[in-house]
């Protein structure tokens, strides 16, 4: 890999000019004209329900959805990179236009399906042309029936637009003006967020404190936006006669019910292992009980900075231990500045990795600052980016695969990098704090986003009955995390219903429990890479290519013989994390 990477990606590759780019208002152009002429299609469809006809609408229907795919990434990076670009605003309108002219003509062409008789319709996917798709074409069929008529839910889609689509962006405006004062400069609140994993307890304490009263500021601001996130999504539910705020997340991760009751059962029962883990934790800090703040917090003074150039060489040399492919994209990835890592203010917080469906590219944001965390955090994005790259050449209707399958291809790329790092510890100072780090994912994984699941739950049921308040957010918060966490803190987050942005994507709601899931699916995953170490790589290959066109619960059981609706697999796998927690506690013993 080239010397002295560069920490910027380069989004002139995608499109010159940033977000003034001539280049891209054109194409935003070209992408409506295919939209239109996707409803064209649509249209002749409808009026004979022939099978070219179909046929032509399924082409129409991939062309519009790389464009649009196209346009979304593009406008969710200038908006990452810089969030005083005010340009960005009308380019944020302008797409949100456009994603709702094609919704509206995927639910006309949706409710079409439910009008072929069922004989007709099971000939058709057998159609040479259609039988690689069946899948996904059967799921439009399938969830038109479950939604309001046709014209109901075309207006459901207008208003959307400035309702709720409007107060997901009125969030986004709030943080962008948010900053907060540290050491004599003013920082954005990602920046301020990498003090939590400060080693000096009170530099953590004090950004705790700055980071909560940055929050609490625009609490009520916050807390009507979440609200009217709410209100819009359960006034829908009662309209289509849902009767579970589940069933929206749970039909776009694909996934049942039964299989996340049974993932929690499985955690729930597991917790008290983590007791233990704490108490030493806090021994090892010097502190009576641990804070929340100290949940990410170093144990060692002295933690060295992991330089980025030196995080980049690591995450290729163990990703090509198991998958030389996998080791060859992530260094087309950063040789070719498809990374954006900076450590800079004006950045919005948080990580992401988004596609570029028509220039075969990818993208990578998040804000580097040298720690074990950033490490695995820029490991996790280049397995996102790994499975888009496995998938480039299929079907763009069989790329669409759901968020609890990607997080699986993120956390497994940890899972290498942080397994590998421990055994090659050079001290037993280095071991302990690379052991801690895995664990420190595992209490992520089951408590934080457990915190987030139970929380998102009861306010629902909350909001049924009316509006709910900054201070009873703040309660339902901290009761979330205290049960999560089976209460062994000794200060919780209450404002973190406002500081997470999850809450408040209106892409799909309950943006937690598909973390758990990808963790524990990729633990799977990982068994057998450390069994069959070569075959893993076509093994991996085979089964991320699976994961746009069939449930998690078959994807499971066909390429690891696994049934996830029972507890046997979830504990398989959550005993690959008490084995950690066994080694710190041996490794620590005399410290």
């Known amino acids: 890999m080239k010397q002295d990477l560069k920490q910027t990606w380069d989004l002139e590759q995608i499109f010159q000019g940033g977000s003034s780019s001539t280049l891209f208002q054109s194409f935003i152009k070209e992408g409506e004209a295919k939209i239109v002429a996707f409803s064209e299609k649509v249209n002749y469809f409808n009026e004979g329900k022939q099978l070219a006809a179909f046929k032509a609408v399924i082409n129409a229907l991939k062309e519009s959805g790389i464009f649009l795919g196209e ?19 009308e380019l944020i309108a302008k797409k949100n236009r456009l994603s709702a002219a094609f ?25 040479s042309y259609l039988v690689d798709v069946h899948f996904v074409l059967a799921e439009y069929r399938q969830e038109a029936k479950e939604k309001l008529s046709e014209a109901e839910e075309s207006i459901i889609t207008d208003l959307s637009i400035d309702g709720y689509h409007g107060w997901g962006e009125m969030y986004d405006t709030i943080v962008a003006g948010m900053e907060i004062e540290w050491e004599g400069e003013l920082q954005s609140v990602g920046q301020i967020a990498n003090q939590l994993n400060n ?7 004090r950004a705790f404190e700055k980071y909560d009263q940055a929050w609490q500021k625009h609490a009520d601001l916050f807390a009507d936006t979440l609200n009217h996130l709410a209100g819009f999504r359960l006034q829908m539910y009662k309209h289509r ?35 233990d883990y704490f108490d030493r934790k806090a021994k090892l800090l010097g502190i009576a009980k641990l804070s929340w703040y100290d949940l990410d917090a170093p144990i060692f003074q002295d933690t060295k900075v992991i330089g980025y150039q ?19 994209y992530a260094v087309k990835a950063f040789e070719n500045n498809w990374i954006e890592a900076e450590d800079r203010s004006g950045k919005r917080p948080g990580g992401f990795c988004t596609s570029f469906p028509k220039s075969k590219q990818t993208r990578i944001f998040m804000t580097y600052s040298g720690s074990a965390s950033n490490v695995a955090t820029l490991a996790h994005e280049l397995g996102h980016g790994y499975h888009q790259y496995v998938l480039d050449d299929l079907d763009p ?66 909001r049924k009955v009316g509006y709910v308040s900054a201070g009873q957010l703040n309660q339902l918060m901290e009761e979330a995390q205290r049960e999560a966490y089976d209460d062994q803190l000794d200060q919780y987050d209450p404002s973190f219903w406002a500081s997470k942005l999850h809450f408040y994507i209106t892409d799909v709601p309950f943006y937690n429990f598909p973390y758990t899931f990808g963790y524990l699916f990729s633990l799977g995953i990982y068994a057998f890479a450390k069994k069959e170490p070569a075959q893993f790589e ?26 996830l609706s029972t507890e046997s697999f979830w504990q398989g796998a959550i005993d690959l994390c008490t084995e950690d927690i066994n080694l710190f506690l041996t490794l620590t013993k005399s410290q």
């Open 538 to 563: 076509s093994f991996y290959d085979c089964l991320l290519r699976d994961t746009g066109k069939m449930t998690v619960e078959d994807l499971a059981q066909k390429h690891l013989s696994v049934d």
């Open 397 to 462: 209707l069989n790329q669409n695969y759901a968020m609890n399958v990607a997080e699986t291809a993120s956390t497994l790329a940890e899972l290498i990098v942080a397994d590998s790092a421990v055994k090659q510890a050079k001290s037993l100072e280095e071991q302990i704090s690379l052991v801690e780090d895995k664990i420190q994912r595992s209490v992520a994984f089951f408590m934080n986003i457990h915190a987030r699941f139970l929380f998102e739950t009861r306010f629902y049921e909350l």
């Open 71 to 89: 346009i979304s990434s593009f406008i969710s990076c200038l908006s990452a990179q810089d969030v005083t670009d005010k340009h960005v605003k």
């Open 310 to 328: 030196q995080a980049a060489e690591n995450i290729v040399e163990q990703f090509g231990k198991i998958s030389p492919k996998m080791a060859d």
């Open 241 to 275: 006669n849902w009767q579970s705020v589940l069933k929206e997340p749970l039909t776009y991760n694909r996934m049942s019910e039964r299989t996340l009751a049974s993932m929690w059962q499985t955690i729930i029962k597991n917790k008290s292992a983590f007791h």
């Open 103 to 127: 919704k509206n003509e995927m639910n006309y062409f949706s409710f079409s399906l439910t009008k072929i008789p069922d004989q007709e319709w099971a000939e058709w996917l057998a159609d």
């Open 199 to 205: 080693p000096d307890r009170t530099l953590r304490k």
